[in-house]
């Protein structure tokens, strides 16, 4: 291949050590088999990564960061355990940085962003017998200027941040889980939703109104019904995306054969579901597990892998920086 069927990229990665995973074809159905070449997998750091991928290289993000303080995904340099949340916001902001110059012009960028609630400062969240999962799970501290049991707004002030840095927002999708686990709590209503934001990079930009119908027939609205993935089904990872929410950004913002991100890959569904839908991709996730688990996903799917080598990309010091254990 050569650079012009590549999409500007060189056939073969020279900025990057040769990547966990790639993919060159895979048979979709009974079509012809479709060009995945150059999607890849790659261990390390989402920042450091991110800074040595070429600019205006990606058409579209899908992508769910770690929440902030809410689980201890045991690796040093992870994102999520900031003491406060305004370091958080302000780490996830430079990792966004990173992701608009990598964008094409047109690209897109759909950010998945759990909120939490103050804990009075409390450290470690008291295991819950309805879902044992939370027993590994942090609880917030109180962040200056807020009160013990506020909603923190870990959202909107990502969202605000990155209109700061350039980004033009676009959508507020209200992604309601008709499955939501129940929640002990007896003064406020159970929460059983999730933001999914969608940016852009430019004024116009990639966005096919007719490629996904919301009920009826009629144009897609904000509020998003998709249950959650159990557990047992995603392999063991906290967080997986449900397929569906990602299908349906990817059939929205990209066509086959553009090359899709997601930073913070965690199971692969993002890999996954681009793959399945004729995409190229390019996953980063800093916990070796969890990177093994998505390689371990795209095999059982069918995928080819074109050569295994280890890869991981060292953080720098300036990632080094940010990370708080
Ligand atoms: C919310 S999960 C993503 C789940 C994913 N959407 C899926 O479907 O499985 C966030 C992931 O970010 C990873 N992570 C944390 N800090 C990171 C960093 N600095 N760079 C890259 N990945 C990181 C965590 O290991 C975790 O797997």
Known sequence: MDEATTGGWPARPTWLRPPEFEVQAHRLGAGAPVDLGRSALIGGDALAVLSALPANSIQTVVTSPPYWSLR???????????????SFVDHLADVF??????LIRDGTLWLNIGDSYT?????????????????MSLR?????????????G?????????????????????????????????????????????????????????????????????????????RREA??????????????????TSEPGDLVLDPFLGSGTTALVAGRLGRRFLGIELHPDYLEMSRH?????????????????????????????
């Open 72 to 86: 201890d995904y045991g690796i040093g340099g992870q994102i999520g355990l900031e003491e406060s949340v305004y």
């Open 97 to 102: 940085d990173q992701v608009f110059r990598v």
């Open 119 to 135: 804990s009075g400062n409390r450290g470690w969240r008291a295991p819950d017998r309805k879902n044992p999962a939370r027993a």
């Open 140 to 152: 917030p501290p109180t962040p200056e200027g807020l009160k013990d049991k506020d909603l923190i």
């Open 154 to 230: 870990v959202p909107w002030r990502l969202a605000f941040a990155l209109q700061d840095r350039g980004w033009y927002l676009r959508s507020e999708v209200i992604w309601r889980k008709p499955n939501a686990q129940p929640e002990s709590v007896k003064d406020r209503p159970t929460r059983d939703h999730e933001q999914l934001f969608l940016f852009s990079k430019a004024e116009k930009y990639k966005y096919d109104v007719h490629a996904v119908k919301g009920p009826n027939g009629r144009r897609l609205r904000t509020v998003w019904d998709i249950s959650t993935r159990p």
């Open 235 to 252: 392999s063991g990872h906290f967080a997986t995306f449900p397929d569906d929410l990602v299908d349906r950004c990817l059939r929205i």
């Open 297 to 325: 996903r795209l095999r059982e799917a069918g995928f080819k892998e074109a050569e295994a080598s280890s890869a991981h990309v060292p953080a720098t010091p300036e990632t080094r920086r940010h990370a708080t254990i």
